[in-house]
């Protein structure tokens, strides 16, 4: 079974450029989410997504981070424009479902340095 | 905010020894999840504990869950070079609906 993937893998910006990240969950997975993980903290989820719509998007600086999930499989996650503080891991996880007592599957994830 | 806290922060150790580490949340869970994440990776799932569960085991983990205390220990016995990672807890708060929080982690050493 393949797992998640994420593309690119490095991405290296100038502070207000803007970039995008893509990921591809598990097949079948209704639940997708996008976690920011800085350097020596864990990862803070930014935004879940069941299917195609929005389950919690409250750790989202939605005034420069956005993200979307047509169709229920596929998402893309954009950083316009970046801040130095934005380096970090971009990490995209799927699940079945949401809810309790389902693993989380994650990707390799995208390391961002915003210079 | 992060809700799990791990100790230590790093930890180092010989092949062959066992390592603990402990995590500490401040809020009731669904369950308490660990995960291993090596250099460069993405995490991966290592063991769930429910909340009315107190040891669960799978290979050479052990995790333990004392709700009352809200806190939790992972348990590596006769570590190997390649059990060298860092991780992290993650607990489900009873609120979130599987919404992960995760602790900053403890990085595992184990020298051959």
């Known amino acids: 079974e393949a797992g998640v993937a994420q593309s690119p893998r490095y991405k290296i910006i100038e502070k207000r450029q803007s970039v995008a990240f893509w990921c591809n969950p598990i097949?079948?997975?209704?639940?997708l989410y996008w976690y920011q993980q800085i350097l020596g903290q864990g990862p803070k989820l930014l935004i879940q997504f069941q299917n195609n719509g929005v389950v919690d998007d409250s750790q989202l600086p939605k005034d420069r981070f956005s993200a979307e999930r047509l169709k229920g499989v596929d998402s893309t996650l954009k950083i316009q424009p970046a801040k130095l503080e934005d380096s970090a891991v971009y990490l995209c996880a799927s699940s079945l479902q949401a809810g309790a007592m389902n693993e989380q599957f994650f990707g390799p994830g995208t390391r961002l340095t915003v210079l | 905010s992060q809700q799990g806290e791990e100790d230590p922060q790093a930890l180092s150790i010989q092949e062959g020894e066992n390592a603990t580490m402990n995590c500490s949340y401040k809020?009731?869970?669904?369950?308490l999840q660990w995960y291993r994440q090596n250099s460069g990776r993405g995490l991966v799932h290592l063991i769930l504990i429910r909340s009315n569960e107190r040891e669960k085991h799978s290979g050479r983990l052990r995790v333990t869950l004392d709700t009352s205390k809200k806190s939790s220990s992972l348990l590596i016995t006769a570590s190997r070079a390649a059990d060298t990672a860092s991780y992290f807890c993650a607990t489900d708060p009873l609120d979130s609906w599987g919404k992960l929080q995760f602790g900053a982690g403890t990085q595992v050493v184990v020298t051959p």
């Open positions: 097949s079948g997975h209704a639940t």
């Open positions: 809020t009731s869970i669904n369950n």
